[in-house]
T-cell receptor, first 112, second 116 residues
């Protein structure tokens, strides 16, 4: 089935550690997005990419990094510079010119 | 700057009641899209509807209906005869239309609890 796969579902980070969240899509979508969701909050955009090897910062990019080496993959690294990483992270994709965005099931990141 | 306001943080109803979720938006664009998404307890976001700014017709899909009023910048969502399975967080969102910018601006969501 076509869709967006995020892994792992749950992730724990130690102090000073970088962790990488995986996002893979087989929808042949050009654009991919990473959002952060905190309790009682809407989704806030971290990074997005509209083509391979290109990406742009969203509203809260500090402490995060991404890469887009393949069309189907858009991994997000939460670096040690992100002092409050505990949140629910959602990845989305979209065919350019054909909204809406489709979302994965999310990864819940917690601090050990 | 774009902004989406969902003033209702939480709503609790009894099964079979009708319920309306409010959404008010701000944008300087003349062309834009509005969306509603549902987030059940499992966490994934489920797309419900997309509305183009040029199309002000109301839409009905089963027990769901949407009222888009450009004059008041509102895009409200009504669930008729609510069911326990409707319990979820509902998000309203806004995006630019056309060009290369397809970022979504989300409201903070409304938690709907439908009690049996």
């Amino acid at each position: 089935d076509g869709g967006i796969t995020q892994s792992p579902k749950y992730l724990f980070r130690k102090e000073g550690q970088n962790v990488t969240l995986s996002c893979e899509q087989n929808l042949n979508h050009d654009a991919m997005y990473w959002y952060r969701q905190d309790p009682g909050q809407g989704l806030r955009l971290i990074y997005y990419s509209q083509i391979v090897n290109d990406f742009q910062k969203g509203d809260i990019a500090e402490g995060y990094s991404v890469s887009r080496e393949k069309k189907e993959s858009f991994p997000l690294t939460v670096t040690s510079a992100q002092k409050n990483p505990t949140a629910f992270y959602l990845c989305a994709s979209m065919g350019l010119g054909s909204q809406p965005q489709h979302f994965g099931d999310g990864t819940r990141l917690s601090i050990l | 700057a774009q902004k989406v306001t969902q003033a209702q943080t939480e709503i609790s109803v009894v099964e079979k009641e009708d319920v309306t979720l409010d959404c008010v938006y701000e944008t300087r664009d003349t062309t834009y899209y509005l969306f509603w998404y549902k987030q059940p307890p499992s966490g994934e976001l489920v797309f419900l509807i997309r509305r183009n700014s040029f199309d002000e017709q109301n839409e009905i899909s089963g027990r769901y209906s949407w009222n888009f009023q450009k004059s008041t910048s509102s895009f409200n969502f009504t669930i008729t005869a609510s069911q326990v399975v409707d319990s979820a967080v509902y998000f309203c969102a806004l995006s630019h239309s056309g060009g290369s910018n397809y970022k979504l601006t989300f409201g903070k969501g409304t938690l709907l609890t439908v009690n049996p």
